[in-house]
């Protein structure tokens, strides 16, 4: 196996999207309550209204919801695939591992996310059977995010980061995922 990069944790992006929010949340006070004006650099506040700088706000952390969901999703998959990779260039014993060794040698370098890792994991694993579900829903956020949100998602549900969040650390909590050195 190649050696690969670290996807950045959950917990790491969490408290990001978390401090960023935070960031934002302090920014648009200050500019309310007029203790800071809009530097140079944000000629595009200057004379908004109070209304119209809470709206632009809520925008901006809309947006920030939406990418911090992105990379909380891109992560797991990263983490997944990281494990998938482990297992099938280890000679581990378990049945997963054997299962995506056999996939391995059938697919080559196009190993698909749904219907070959977490399949697997559904049908050979028998662990987190609905997580790995809850998870599948994800990836069609994560397809409208990825590809320019250009038609109206059909999700099933509203995602926000802490349900992103949440859903993404229960899947890596309940799957037995190895370690990036494959132990």
Known sequence: MAATATPPSLPFIWTWFQESANGLGLRESQIVSGAFTPSDSEKHLLGLTHDEIRVLFRQYLHE??????????ASTE???????EARAAKRHKDKISREFRDIRRRRGRWIRLDEDILETWTTV???AKSTISEFRGLLNLRDWLAHGRYWVPKLGKQYD????????????????ILSTDGT
Not at 161 to 176: H, W, Y
Request: hydrophobic fraction near 45%; glycine fraction near 8%; proline fraction near 3%.
């Open 64 to 73: 920030l919801n939406e990418v911090a969901s992105l990379t909380m999703i």
């Open 78 to 84: 990263a983490s997944l695939r990281i494990d998938f």
């Open 125 to 127: 694993g028998g662990t």
């Open 161 to 176: 980061a802490q349900g992103v969040f949440s859903l993404t650390d229960r899947l890596l909590s309940k799957l037995p």
